[in-house]
């Protein structure tokens, strides 16, 4: 029996939402589904805004938009996430700003912030990994202190917190991801922008409406439907938005079960992790743990290639994650300056590899893939 990567998740529901959908005979944007889809963020949230989007990628780019940045402009981010943290700054002209990882979590080090602040900083982009919240009470007071917007990357932190706080609450802006690989899935792409600084709102109605003000022109309060402002095709169809609502029913049966797969893999494994052979996540005091990915931190890179070897020969797909965006083959060839120095990052990128995580994973598996790990550590520490 092979033990795949991951597999989405399922409610059972989502096709007859999308029946309900297509027969309520409007599946552009903005229906009924995205509108529930919607205020089931605001009100479980308490985001002032939530609009769904396309892709994570997407929810990101439209804040880059509202940030209002500048080309020449710089950005403060860790360099251990994905691509398109970056990328929604670069398309605005921005320089990219790379902060290291910390010691003992992939998260930005808010201690690391500070120094590279310049006068053309306008952006910090905390990313939080695996759905654990980064510090951010030292994050919003630097911003806050240097008068920098804050944008959180919460593309795995759906329903997770920082000291009882949402995560994508906290900054001014905060973008989620229903791709497939995520907790939940709008049925393979798709994302939230959530707005929490009610500023931003009346441009991110024109924002991801194309530039228009048909939002207004809905609500009655201009007459003229016309072009105001650069935008883009933001909106996702509301297919999309049933298949969401399906899964965001779902939500606390997700999130129980993920748990459980979770701290199961971490009992498991603590006794090897105490013999110091590999290193395992560790969720601060004040992060819950939404239980996104489940990971280890190998000695080396080559003990990483042989345990996926090893997991692989016994038909569990193990992965490892991002590779450093300040080591990347777009990066070193379009950045100014020297290439900095982030060895966490690249700690990260060298060793951390992540195990089969998903919803309908059961527990007697992840035994299975426990035996084998302690097996192989065991074995190889003789
Ligand atoms: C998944 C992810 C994204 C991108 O989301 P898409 O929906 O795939 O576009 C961005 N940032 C992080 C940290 C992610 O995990």
């Not at 059961?362 to 084998?372: F, M, N, R």
Request: hydrophobic share 35%.
């Amino acid at each position: 029996m092979s033990i795949p990567f991951n597999k989405p998740y399922y409610s059972g529901n989502e096709t007859l939402y999308i029946s309900q959908a297509v027969n309520a005979g409007k599946l552009s944007g903005n229906g009924m589904f995205t509108k529930r889809c919607q205020l089931f963020f605001e009100n479980k949230y308490e985001f002032k805004k939530a609009m769904l989007t396309t892709s994570g990628t997407d929810a990101l780019e439209m804040a880059a938009i509202l940030c209002g940045v500048k080309p020449g402009d710089e950005v403060i981010m860790p360099s251990y996430t994905f691509v398109s943290t970056a990328l929604a700054f670069v398309r605005q002209g921005c320089r990219i700003v790379f902060a290291d990882s910390m010691s003992d979590n992939p998260n930005i080090d808010p201690d690391k912030i500070e120094g590279l602040i310049t006068e053309k900083t306008k952006v910090i982009v905390p990313v939080h990994y695996a759905g654990v919240a980064c510090d951010m009470d030292k994050i919003m007071a630097i911003a806050n202190k240097h008068h920098l917007l804050v944008v959180e990357d919460a593309a795995q932190a759906v329903d997770s917190y920082y000291k009882g706080r949402p995560l994508g609450g906290i900054g001014h802006l905060g973008c989620f991801s229903f791709h497939s690989t995520k907790n939940v899935t709008s049925g393979g792409e798709g994302g939230l922008l959530a707005i929490n600084d009610s500023r931003f709102i009346p441009r991110a109605e024109i924002v991801g409406e194309k530039g228009t003000n048909r939002a207004e022109i809905f609500r009655g309060e201009v007459k003229k439907y016309e072009w105001v402002d650069i935008g883009s095709s933001f909106l996702p169809s509301e297919i999309n938005a049933a298949f969401l609502w399906a899964q965001l029913e779902k939500l606390e049966d997700i999130q129980t079960k993920r748990k459980q797969l979770w701290c199961r893999y971490y009992t498991g494994l603590k006794s090897i992790a105490e013999k110091g052979y590999v290193g395992l996540p560790q969720i601060p005091d004040f992060a819950s743990n939404p239980a996104h990915i489940f990971y280890l931190v190998c000695r080396t890179q080559d003990e990483r290639t042989n345990i996926i070897d090893y997991l692989n020969e016994k038909q569990i797909t193990a992965v490892f994650h991002y590779f450093s965006l300040h080591r990347s083959k777009y990066y070193t060839q379009h950045h100014q300056g020297e290439i900095p120095f982030l060895p966490m990052s690249d700690k990260y990128s060298d060793t951390l590899v992540r195990l089969p995580m998903y919803y309908e994973l059961t527990l007697e598996e992840v035994d299975e893939v426990v035996s084998c790990i302690r097996k192989f550590f065991l074995t190889t520490n003789l």
